[in-house]
């Protein structure tokens, strides 16, 4: 619905909708401090209202090695306001993992992860067990996931994969004519 | 000091034996002096009687949504007399003093000094132009004037557009971000809250990979610029404020003794929590004295 008037003192009067349970944060180049304003609303409203964010990427590349802010700057900013953590549906937690293998027979002991970001799809694939597979052709250089082998902290072994390759048509070879 | 604050309430004789030696107070506006349109009862009075006993009274506030020249007309509005613009420091003054500094070196033309990105309003656009700098987006850009810096404040028509934009200024990484204040959020006077500055840096951080530098309190950077105008005595100066992750540790951070009002945004049981934490920053949070509202310390000073 559209808010009256132009200020924040305006937004804070209207009226908010009996039936909201859930404030919802996903990619929205129409961000605005307005919604902020309702969201928080929402979330003070109600403490029993849930805080959910559909990821928390902080960039999305562009060709040229330009980048636009990804949905995680969107859902620290509700975040910060609220003073409260979302509840992340994606990759790195395993919630999207659990509805594909709620869905599908998934063996997790024969089953590969295949991506391009380690703080995302290699670090869900080996919380769940999977075969984790890197690929080059997106935002991951090998000499980060050599950074992490190296180092003494446990969390980031967490992110080496168990395999890695320049390209996902490199494993057409194995697959039987 | 060393000794940890023990959070007592202010009145009778202790009230004299700390407002006695007191030079001066610094006092945080919102929340203190007035809430919304509606000065706290007795506030006035109390700043007329400072005068009086001859203590100085200065005031130091996040809020970047005024220049110092409405901040004063607001003071006169709300029934206080005698406040000046050059006794008000808000975040918004102190981030343009911050970015004439580090950009133009405290000096000189603006020329070869690069313009700054302002996300906020025009109370914060125009102490920014008052400093002697150029902003992003206005005017004809000169060759060699690329955006040096992005000023994060209270933005009310943020929007993703400007997010983005700030990003690709801060790809250069001689860029600077800085922020006005920390304040998630600010109290609406409906008991209702609005988004502050520290969501939209939490924003911008996230997207650049960057850290801002933070001018607003608890950081300290304000009360150099209020030492560097006034030459102000810790020892002999109390900090007044409503909110203890900001005003109270802010006063600590600074060396002053700090007191605790009761009519704004932090209640008497956070900062019983904070002084029974076991944690040594949570000790920071506490302060040295509370009152229910300034108007209680009218009876320390004399007639």
Known sequence: AALPGPAPADWAQAPLDPAVGAVLVGFDEHFSYAKLCQALRYLLRNPGCLLVGTNRDHRLPLEGGAAIPGTGCLVKAVETAAQREAFIVGKPNRFMFDCVASEFPVDPARTIMVGDRLDTDILMGNSCGLTTLLTLTGVTALDEVQAHLDSDCPARHSLVPDYYVDSIADLLPALGE | ?303
């Open chain 2, 1 to 303: 000091g060393g000794s940890m604050a023990s959070c007592r309430r202010l009145s009778g004789a202790g009230l004299r034996e700390v407002l006695g030696p007191a030079q001066g107070l610094l006092f945080d506006c919102d929340g203190v002096l007035w809430a919304g349109e509606r000065a706290v009862p007795g506030a006035p009075e109390l700043l007329e009687r400072l005068r009086r006993s001859g203590k100085a009274a200065l005031f130091v506030s996040n809020n970047s949504r005024r220049s110092v020249a409405e901040l004063e007309r607001r003071f006169s509005r709300l029934g206080f007399r005698g406040v000046r613009a050059e006794h008000v420091f808000s975040s918004a003054l102190c981030s343009a003093l911050f970015l004439r500094q580090r950009l133009l070196g405290g000096g000189g033309n603006g020329s070869g000094a690069g313009r700054v990105f302002v996300l906020g309003g025009e109370g914060l656009r125009g102490e920014v132009r008052d400093a002697g700098l150029r902003l992003a987006g206005e005017g004809e850009p000169a060759p060699g004037e690329p955006v040096r810096a992005v000023l994060v404040g209270y933005d009310d028509q943020f929007t993703f557009a400007k997010l983005a934009q700030a990003c690709s200024y801060l790809r250069d990484p001689q860029c600077l971000l800085v922020a006005t204040d920390p304040d998630p959020w600010h109290p609406l006077s409906d008991g209702q809250r609005t988004p502050g500055t520290g969501s939209l840096t939490a924003a911008v951080e996230t997207a650049s990979g960057r850290k801002a530098l933070v001018v607003g309190k608890p950081n300290t950077y304000m009360f150099d610029c209020i030492v560097e105008r006034f030459g102000v005595d810790p020892s002999r100066t109390l900090m007044v404020g409503d909110r203890l992750e900001t005003d109270i540790l802010f006063g600590k951070n600074c060396g002053l003794a700090t007191i605790l009002t009761l009519t704004g945004v932090s209640r008497l049981e956070e900062a019983q929590a904070y002084m029974a934490s076991d944690s040594a920053a949570a000790k920071d949070l506490v302060p040295n004295y509370y009152v229910d509202s300034i108007a209680d310390l009218i009876p320390g000073l004399d007639e």
